[in-house]
T-cell receptor, first 114, second 112 residues
Framework: KAGVTQTPRYLIKTRGQQVTLSCSPI?????VSWYQQTPGQGLQFLFE???????NKGNFPGRFSGRQFSNSRSEMNVSTLELGDSALYLC?????????????FGQGTRLTVV | AQSVTQLDSQVPVFEEAPVELRCNYS??????LFWYVQYPNQGLQLLLK??????LVKGINGFEAEFNKSQTSFHLRKPSVHISDTAEYFC??????????FGTGTSLTVIP
């Protein structure tokens, strides 16, 4: 069974640009969550999707958005990039959005904003 | 506020020695507790989890953790570490929602 696939693995963007990151969950998993990992702030929750609906959102500005498609694949978008958006973005998939359900993480997308 | 605190940012230990990585949680957070490991340029891999039942939880790669409600702790232990255990370790809590609350991480370095 394939794991969680995040594309691209590495990305370099310029301040002011926008970027779209993709996450394909494990087959059969319908819940997808996104996290931002930085040396200063650690791992912070961005948002969670289930059945194409955003169920929960972390404390990030509106420049950060996401969506989920009918096949459970998810994308997150960051507009008007800032230097501080440089981070490792991790996606996690679960069969269902329950706290007891195991979450599987992808390898992440390393975004560098210059 | 819901939180998980990892008490040590860096832990050096000699190969084949025992190790304990400390984690405390706020009593308002967590119903469920987890330890994840992250190798360089990789995602997070689940080591073990506490959902309910026995307070001693065994995980992969010889790791175990003990849930202590009175001390609100969930420390990770391994009796004998290997070079390959060098990595970043994260303690996390989850309440009835699906969101993880991660600690700041502990960098474990195993010295040959």
């Amino acid at each position: 069974k394939a794991g969680v696939t995040q594309t691209p693995r590495y990305l370099i963007k310029t301040r002011g640009q926008q970027v779209t990151l993709s996450c394909s969950p494990i087959s059969g998993h319908r819940s997808v969550s996104w996290y931002q990992q930085t040396p200063g702030q650690g791992l912070q929750f961005l948002f969670e999707y289930f059945s194409e609906t955003q169920r929960n959102k972390g404390n990030f500005p509106g420049r950060f958005s996401g969506r989920q498609f009918s096949n459970s694949r998810s994308e997150m978008n960051v507009s008007t990039l800032e230097l501080g958006d440089s981070a490792l973005y991790l996606c996690a998939s679960s069969p269902v959005p329950e706290a007891r359900a195991e979450a599987f993480f992808g390898q992440g997308t390393r975004l560098t904003v210059v | 506020a819901q939180s998980v605190t990892q008490l040590d940012s860096q832990v050096p230990v000699f190969e084949e020695a025992p190790v304990e990585l400390r984690c405390n949680y706020s009593s308002s957070v967590s119903v469920y507790l987890f330890w994840y490991v992250q190798y360089p340029n990789q995602g997070l891999q689940l080591l073990l989890k506490y959902l309910s039942g026995s307070t001693l939880v065994k995980g992969i790669n010889g790791f175990e953790a003990e849930f202590n409600k009175s001390q609100t702790s969930f420390h990770l232990r391994k009796p004998s570490v290997h070079i390959s255990d060098t990595a970043e370790y994260f303690c996390a809590g989850r309440n009835t929602g699906n969101q993880f609350y991660f600690g700041t991480g502990t960098s474990l370095t195993v010295i040959p």
